[in-house]
């Protein structure tokens, strides 16, 4: 009688007379949120999927996506069998023989063996959305191959990175807003498919609690349509805006001194004399450099003796703004000046003016914003009564709360000038002090973590040695030009040019130029690659047309360009076609795997926390997880890691990998970070437990480690939280993390530009480049793509973003996610499209520099009057992914890659459309021109493409 109150459902909704049935728990896979689930089984067969209730992510909460995973499962896409390209056919006509898992193995083992033995980068392994980076990134080092990346270049590499070189976290995963303590919440680029149910139950909570929600960005969708206010802004002008919330509060004053002296960078003194040390910190002989990697022994200016003092010396009283003169000493007579003088003379004439023009957005408006933002977090200032140690033993009794939060994704991200966008927003939250405070930002393990973290990529040939593992992890952190992955003759040593003069910080690679590189043997031509899970002739590429032709290039000799191609995948997808080795994928009901504090966990505000899925179903037919194909090609090619001293075999499969495996002999540090120690005693450090697996199903599959008040807040300088990390292995050194308000390690690159720092220097035709993107503070310049394009020719932007009911283009083929929609529409502020003559629920043509593409034409109110917007991945080739030759995904529906260029001619050269530092792919870059399609003209989208179904798909389309 009490059903109402209790976490059990009201009535068993499976329940049949006489049948058997069973919930087994696990973690979703519909979206990156990681979610934990019950999946309901009926004698064997998943008919049902909800939320669990005790998982401390999503708390019983599910969405469209979680529940309709069993339509993935129910897919007439699937793969179920490994298929080799017929001889002689054309790649993308999808001519495939069934081989058996045997073969395949043995064609890998034998090609990859000869790589490996020969030249280990003609292999390259680049993987989609994907959640197990740190075994792929494993696999790909051991190789010895730098030639891998995840699909991070292509989505939020300048978020990540524009945050970690400036506070050492980032959003998402590695953190987030404190809404349960934030007064005033500013979201700006931001769609749904990041952090889905976790963002949408706090900011539940936030609007109940009364919290004001500003949200800023060109369209009005998801989350923002419970905005208090929107207020719309043009594409890539974001870092505009910031640069005149700064000026603003900085002209006013009202920014967090305190806070800035002491845990940021902002009281150093920067060298201004003309030569090496130009623009880089100077630091004190006599001091303890603390880390040798990033040294902290520098220097303040001192208000009370008016001399230049060690950084960190008690009792100084460090001033933010002025001029100095070195005084008796190692640096005697040297011009010198605090960051923080800088940055003031930076955003000086950045003014709220200046930036309307850029961004649409009234100056009255900016300067409201500026207001608001800065009286919230002084204002609105409270203290908890929480005492904590910071790195130079001073005790404090309370923590500050400054509760104005900010949340950004990748509308900030995807254009070429991301990252100092982003560094922008870190800078204008550390004005504000919000940085791991109550309201504000808060950091998620294992972050924070140096700024930036000490991993380095490989810089040498040296480094990449045959049948040797990597020297360096195959992606890192550069600090200074000797950190970039070149050859002796400054030639990239990546096939996708990462951590090149060209995108000298790139530290998620450039997925989205790997294929038109290799193409081109530009650098250099290679052998096998390897893609997982990502849809590279279509939806994952630009310039999607040519990249399909680039798939099947010749060279004179008949062979193909890029000579083997493999692709994993769960379903046949418009990249599958193109393969040679196709492996059929399980879906995430069918496998073992883990959400790792190595890679990409799932930790909370108040600790760490890692999640593994565990098999509710079998695999279809002869499905395999990408996992034990790496596990089984790594002990077919005897990795050391995976190999016993006596050349055996040294793990079962993934299962036992996961359990066995340690970051190094007896180091206790693992995938996984829960139930550690031989009988599971022992949390996030041990020996590694037989049982490990067990204690996760029988926990929810979650692991969650709540630390103690006192470690919560203040991480970067928390004294306590520092030997935790240190400790438990989330960090190497245990130094406090310095907010990098001015960054020396860009100024370091500035200065290789000009000639004046001894060592490498960037080629003649990229000093101009690396010099003006390069700068140590934040600034806003207009993306590359305007630099390339008539703008009274193509006068609107155009972006996408991923649609809250499908995260995966994998969802078009979902029976139930597909109802919700079919096709995408353009979105055109409906102003905008009567100028144009273009009515409600017409056909239309969308046109950029590089491309047209027809489409139907959707009037908005909620999209800026300068933007049209679309879905991304909706539209699909003909016939792809199971659908009925005439689906509405291929008929109505459209890709706006068509519109996208690869490549831009800037200056003379040819680069990739990406950011400069980052080399993120500049995907909302583009400008169009719209015009209506002629009456003559067919009813469907354009261009058309066909694709085909392949071998022993798992239901026929007569059954469909
Ligand atoms: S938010 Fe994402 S992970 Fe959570 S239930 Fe929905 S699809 Fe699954």
Redo the contacts with the bound molecule.
């Keep these: 009688m009490f059903k109402l109150f209790s976490n059990d459902p009201v009535h068993d909704p499976i329940k049949q007379q006489g049948a058997t049935t069973e919930i087994k728990k696990t ?9 934990g ?1 019950r999946a309901h089984l009926r004698d064997g067969e998943l008919v049902y999927i909800d ?1 669990n209730p005790e998982h401390p992510l ?1 708390q019983g ?7 309709s ?1 069993i339509m993935k499962q129910k897919s007439p896409a699937r793969i179920t069998q490994p298929l080799l390209r017929k001889a002689g056919s054309h790649r993308g006509d999808g001519e495939f023989e069934a081989i058996s898992w045997d073969s395949a193995f043995e064609i890998l083992t034998k090609r990859l063996s000869h790589i490996r033995a020969t030249d280990p980068k003609k292999f390259a392994l680049f993987t989609g959305r994907d959640q197990m980076q740190a075994l792929t990134g494993l696999f790909a080092r051991q190789f010895g191959t730098p030639n891998y990346a995840a699909h991070g270049g292509f989505c939020s590499v300048n978020m990540a990175a524009g945050m970690i070189y400036t506070i050492g976290g980032s959003f998402w995963e590695f953190g987030g807003p404190d809404l349960e303590r934030a007064k005033l919440f500013v979201m700006i680029g931001t769609a749904e498919d990041h952090h ?2 976790p963002m949408k139950i706090a900011l539940s909570k936030f609007k109940r609690s009364g919290g004001r929600f500003i949200s800023i960005n060109p369209v009005r969708t998801g989350y923002s349509a419970i905005a208090d206010e929107w207020i719309p802004i043009k594409p890539g002008t974001d870092g505009a805006l910031f640069m005149a919330l700064m000026h603003e509060l900085i002209r006013l004053e009202k920014y967090d001194a305190p806070f800035l002296k002491r845990f940021s960078n902002s009281s150093q003194l920067v060298c201004m004399d003309s030569g090496a040390e130009e623009g880089l910190f100077l630091y004190d002989p006599d001091s303890d450099p603390i880390n040798l990697d990033l040294p902290h022994n520098k220097y303040i200016w001192d208000e009370k003796t008016q001399s230049a003092q060690p950084c960190f010396k008690q009792g100084t009283s460090p001033v933010l703004l002025g001029e100095y003169t070195m005084g008796p000493g190692p640096h005697q007579g040297k011009k010198v000046v605090p960051a923080f003088e800088l940055l003031r003379r930076q955003v000086s004439e950045t003014t709220p003016e200046w930036a309307s023009a850029i961004t649409s957005i009234p100056a009255e408006r900016i300067r409201k914003l500026a207001l608001e933002i800065a009286d919230t977090a002084f204002g609105q200032e409270f203290e908890l009564p929480i005492a904590w140690t910071d790195s130079w033993g001073e005790k404090h009794d309370s923590v500050t709360g400054r509760p104005v939060a900010f949340h950004a994704m990748r509308g900030l991200s995807a254009h070429s000038n991301g990252f100092q966008t982003t560094r922008g927003l870190a800078v204008l939250m550390s004005l504000l002090g919000t940085i791991d405070r109550p309201g504000g930002f808060r950091h998620k393990a294992p972050y924070p973590r140096q700024v930036p973290p000490n991993a380095k990529p490989p810089s040498s040939e040296n480094d990449i040695k045959p049948n040797t593992p990597l020297a360096k992890p195959p992606l890192g952190w550069p600090t200074q030009p000797e950190d970039l992955a070149l050859d002796s003759q400054g030639n990239p040593l990546r096939i996708d040019k990462a951590y090149s003069w060209e995108h000298p910080l790139a530290a998620h690679g450039l997925m989205h130029n790997v294929i038109t590189n290799a193409v081109k043997g530009d650098p250099y031509s290679i052998d096998t690659l390897m893609i997982f899970m990502a849809n590279m002739s279509w939806n994952s590429t630009m310039n999607t047309m040519e990249v399909r032709e680039h798939l099947n290039a010749k060279n004179a000799d008949g062979e193909f360009k890029i000579p083997f191609l493999v692709v994993c995948d769960a379903f046949q997808s418009e990249m599958v076609d193109f393969a040679d080795l196709v492996l059929p994928d399980t879906t995430y009901l069918e496998r073992h795997d883990v959400m790792s504090m190595l890679d990409r966990p799932i930790s909370e505000f108040d600790g760490p926390v890692d999640s593994v899925r565990i098999p509710v179903l079998e695999p279809l037919g002869e499905c395999k997880p990408f996992q034990e194909v790496l596990i089984e090609l790594a002990s077919r090619l005897q990795f050391p890691a995976f190999t016993t001293p006596e050349g055996e075999r040294k793990f079962k499969d993934y299962p036992d990998f996961i359990t066995r495996f340690q970051t190094a002999p007896d180091s206790g540090i693992g995938f996984l970070s829960g139930w550690r120690g031989k009988d599971g005693e022992k949390p996030l450090k041990g020996e590694p437990n037989p049982n490990q697996w067990q204690k996760y199903e029988e926990n929810n599959c979650v692991h969650q480690y709540h630390m103690p008040p006192e470690h919560q807040y203040m991480r970067n300088w928390n004294k306590g939280y520092l030997d935790f990390s240190k400790e438990n292995a989330l960090r190497q050194k245990n130094d406090p993390i310095m907010i990098a308000i001015y960054s020396d390690i860009l100024q370091r690159f500035r200065l290789a530009a000009t000639g004046k720092r001894p060592g490498a220097q960037p080629p003649e035709h990229l000093k101009a480049r690396i010099y003006k993107y390069f700068d140590p503070l934040p600034f806003w310049y207009p993306p590359l793509e305007d630099e390339a394009t008539d703008l009274t020719k193509f006068t609107l932007n155009a972006i996408t973003q991923r649609p809250m009911a499908m ?1 995966h283009s994998w969802d078009s083929q979902n029976a139930w996610l597909r109802q919700i929609h079919s096709h995408n529409y353009l979105y055109v502020n409906t102003a905008t499209a009567l100028q144009h003559g273009i009515a409600d629920g017409a056909w239309m043509w969308i046109e950029s520099q590089w491309g047209k593409v027809k489409c139907m034409a959707r009037h908005s109110e909620a999209v800026d009057p300068g933007t049209v917007w679309t879905w991304n991945a909706i539209g699909k080739a003909e016939s792809a992914w199971s659908l009925s030759d005439n689906a509405d995904e291929s008929k109505k529906g459209f890709l706006l890659n068509h519109l996208i260029s690869e490549e831009l001619p800037l200056g003379g050269f040819t680069v990739s459309n990406s950011d400069p530092i980052t080399g993120q792919a500049g995907w909302y870059d583009v400008r169009v021109r719209l015009a209506p399609a002629g009456d003559d003209e067919p009813q469907e989208t354009w261009p058309q493409v066909k694709a085909y179904e392949v071998p022993g798909m798992s239901l026929k389309k007569e059954a469909k």
């Design positions: 973690t979703c896979y519909m979206c990156a949120c990681r979610c689930i939320g999503n909460v599910i969405c469209a996506k979680g529940a995973g889905s149910n995260y």
